[in-house]
């Protein structure tokens, strides 16, 4: 069975997000070069990761896994252009390089982000390994879709732009982040669950605590770097959630207890997976690579 090693997957998605998206020449040509610009220009490949890592844990192999680790790169990659455009955050800069919008246009940047957004779930739909059964590839649409819609990323994404220069709490603080952050990262566990349907209630549970804590704890990381780092190490602008007036767990904890605050996650997400001893060694490595992360 082809179970691929964590360092190997970063090379694989690429490949394989390189064999889904339009080739640039093909007409209309332009848009094409920016949903390529936006997917293929570096990042983490924290989720489509998750997804195999996921997966590597609950024995399915990577070759089950490509068209949900696609589709939520994809979708991952529609969310930073959008929320990159001078209607949302405004900002120029995204993983060390010009933001779609200023690299091409504004136009373009926003249907290069629907395109790519289609693009997911035709991903899915179209998933032609053998174990891909209607039901569940049917599954995965509908986990993907809750996932980025108005009660989960996109919904988010309204409450933080609401948020600004607003006094809330940390309770409301964490339901923004669980949506606009968490529940695409969360998604990416479920759909390397959703590929075994007879999957045991408690492990799947286990899953569900996992990704939510780690989900969590990716975004009290996010805004202590938003701090801590700088623009060059970042790849985007540092200081952007102070310049927006947003809300942040170090404004309202404290950057040491926002620190510990992620921490703590990172234990409990660690604790979730004791259920599934070494086979969930891939999905520690990329928790601890969450939490310590310096951009």
């Given at each position: 069975?082809?179970?691929?090693?964590d360092?190997?997957?970063?090379?694989?998605?690429?490949d394989?997000?390189?064999?889904?998206?339009?080739?640039?020449?093909?007409?209309?040509?332009?848009?094409?070069?920016?949903?390529?610009?936006?997917?293929?220009?570096?990042?983490?490949?924290?989720?489509?990761?998750?997804?195999?890592?996921?997966?590597?844990?609950?024995?399915?192999?990577?070759?089950?896994?490509?068209?949900?680790?696609?589709?939520?790169?994809?979708i991952?990659a529609?969310?930073?252009?959008?929320?990159?455009?001078?209607?949302?955050?405004?900002?120029?800069?995204?993983?060390?390089?010009?933001?779609?919008?200023?690299?091409?246009?504004?136009?373009?940047?926003?249907?290069?982000?629907?395109?790519?957004?289609?693009?997911?779930?035709?991903?899915?739909?179209?998933?032609?390994?053998?174990?891909?059964?209607?039901?569940?590839?049917?599954?995965?649409?509908?986990?993907l879709?809750?996932?980025?819609?108005?009660?989960?990323?996109?919904?988010?994404?309204?409450?933080?732009?609401?948020?600004?220069?607003?006094?809330?709490?940390?309770?409301?603080?964490?339901?923004?982040?669980?949506?606009?952050?968490?529940?695409?990262?969360?998604?990416?566990?479920?759909?390397?669950?959703?590929?075994?349907?007879?999957?045991?209630?408690?492990?799947?549970?286990?899953?569900?605590?996992?990704?939510?804590?780690?989900?969590?704890?990716?975004?009290?990381?996010?805004?202590?770097?938003?701090?801590?780092?700088?623009?060059?190490?970042?790849?985007?602008?540092?200081?952007a959630?102070?310049?927006h007036?947003?809300?942040?767990?170090?404004?309202?904890?404290?950057?040491?207890?926002?620190?510990?605050?992620?921490?703590?996650?990172?234990?409990?997400?660690?604790?979730?997976?004791?259920?599934?001893?070494?086979?969930?060694?891939?999905?520690?490595?990329?928790?601890?690579?969450?939490?310590?992360?310096?951009?």
């Open positions: 069975m082809d179970h691929c090693p360092h190997d997957y970063s090379q694989r998605i690429q394989r997000l390189e064999r889904l998206l339009p080739p640039a020449e093909e007409s209309p040509e332009r848009l094409h070069e920016a949903m390529r610009y936006a997917v293929l220009g570096g990042g983490k490949r924290i989720r489509p990761r998750l997804v195999y890592a996921t997966g590597a844990a609950l024995g399915l192999t990577s070759d089950q896994l490509d068209a949900p680790a696609c589709a939520v790169e994809f991952h529609y969310s930073l252009i959008h929320d990159d455009l001078p209607a949302m955050d405004d900002d120029t800069l995204r993983r060390g390089r010009a933001t779609a919008h200023v690299a091409f246009d504004e136009a373009t940047a926003i249907l290069a982000g629907d395109a790519l957004q289609s693009l997911a779930f035709e991903a899915l739909a179209t998933d032609s390994h053998k174990d891909a059964t209607p039901p569940i590839r049917a599954a995965r649409l509908a986990t879709a809750r996932a980025c819609g108005s009660r989960g990323m996109v919904g988010g994404q309204a409450l933080d732009m609401a948020s600004e220069g607003q006094t809330i709490g940390v309770e409301t603080l964490e339901r923004l982040h669980s949506l606009k952050t968490g529940a695409l990262l969360h998604a990416c566990v479920v759909l390397a669950a959703d590929g075994l349907p007879e999957l045991p209630d408690g492990e799947r549970q286990a899953l569900d605590r996992f990704a939510t804590k780690i989900g969590l704890a990716f975004q009290v990381r996010d805004d202590v770097l938003d701090i801590e780092s700088d623009t060059a190490t970042l790849g985007k602008t540092q200081g959630d102070i310049a007036d947003k809300a942040t767990y170090p404004a309202l904890l404290g950057l040491d207890a926002a620190r510990d605050y992620a921490e703590r996650l990172y234990a409990e997400a660690l604790e979730a997976l004791a259920v599934f001893g070494d086979r969930a060694e891939a999905l520690r490595v990329i928790a601890a690579e969450i939490v310590q992360r310096d951009h």
